[in-house]
């Protein structure tokens, strides 16, 4: 059964760190390209991360440049994505996908991942 289940969110003041963890089940994690979006009340889904299948390259929007890493671990079909200095804008809820498309990340757009879990709600207040 294909899954992506995401986990680590919470509730963490201005300036703290979380860690996301995505765990996939029932396709090729290694051969695909994994990314972490957001969405926050009232606005679109936006791209935070992606990392090429091998974890060899990645991505970052430049709100986050510098404060947030992905990572990926191919022997436990895992994506991860620390998050350091959160800022309250940074509250969202949190979603990992899939693709497997084999491009530059940066052609890597919503319409084009091909699996997505349902999320984890991470929400940076003091």
């Known amino acids: 059964q294909l899954r992506l289940v995401e986990s680590g969110g919470g509730l963490v003041q201005p300036g703290g760190s979380l860690r996301l963890s995505c765990a996939a089940s029932g396709f090729a994690f290694y051969d695909s390209a994994m990314c972490w979006f957001r969405q926050a009340p009232g606005k679109e889904r936006e791209r935070v991360s992606c990392i090429t299948s091998s974890g060899g390259y990645s991505t970052y929007t430049d709100s986050v440049k510098g404060r947030f890493t992905i990572s990926r671990d191919n022997a436990k079909n895992t994506v991860y994505l620390s998050m350091n200095r959160l800022k309250p804008e940074d509250t969202a809820d949190y979603y990992c996908?899939?693709?497997?498309?084999?491009?530059?990340?940066?052609?890597?757009?919503?319409?084009?991942?091909?699996?997505w879990g349902k999320g984890t709600l991470v929400t940076v207040s003091s």
């Open positions: 996908a899939a693709t497997f498309y084999r491009g530059p990340l940066s052609g890597i757009y919503i319409g084009g991942m091909d699996y």
